[in-house]
């Protein structure tokens, strides 16, 4: 993200804040998408059997190649606008937290993912024996955080910046 266009100088451009808004909500549809097959079986949407490895290989790689990057550069981004200001060093903590509950919560879906993926005996019958609940979790708890930073953390680093 910082070599993006969202830095003017010292100052980040409140405009990145936007953008950062309409990439979770990129994020977000990527990962719902990436889960769709799998969902659509757990909602009774679609009749079982289904071979998982695209969706598990679409998560794998999502968790890889966008959500963890993601998360480190929004930090880099956050944090010179967040912690020169008092009020904002609840914030970026808070971030922090949140950031890393979720990456905890994505090793719990990996590893989910992998044993669907790896372990034969449960390959077989998937649907009726691995309910997918760290996946579930962890793509709830995204769209909880996401909706956070975008109502409440990003509007109040605005805030700070217009302040300067």
């Not at 993601?70 to 904002?88: F, K, M, Y």
């Not at 449960?122 to 609940?133: K, P, S, V």
Request: one cysteine or more; charged letters at 30%.
């Amino acid at each position: 993200m910082a070599d993006s266009g969202l830095w003017r100088g010292d100052q980040v451009d409140i405009c990145c804040f936007a953008r950062l808004k309409e990439e979770h909500e990129a994020m977000l549809e990527r990962l719902n998408e990436c889960l769709r097959p799998l969902a659509e079986i757990r909602d009774k949407q679609r009749h079982p059997p289904i071979n998982p490895d695209e969706a598990v290989q679409s998560f794998l790689q999502w968790t890889q190649r966008e959500f963890l990057p993601h998360l480190q550069a929004e930090q880099d981004l956050c944090r010179p606008v967040l912690t020169i200001h008092a009020a904002g060093e609840p914030l970026y903590r808070q971030m922090l937290a949140d950031h890393r509950k979720l990456r905890e919560l994505a090793q719990q879906a990996r590893e989910e993912m992998l044993l669907l993926q790896n372990e034969d005996s449960i390959r077989e019958d998937w649907w009726n024996t691995l309910d997918l609940a760290c996946v579930w979790s962890f793509q709830r708890a995204m769209a909880e955080h996401v909706d956070c930073e975008n109502r409440e953390i990003f509007p109040k680093a605005i805030a700070l910046q217009v302040k300067e």
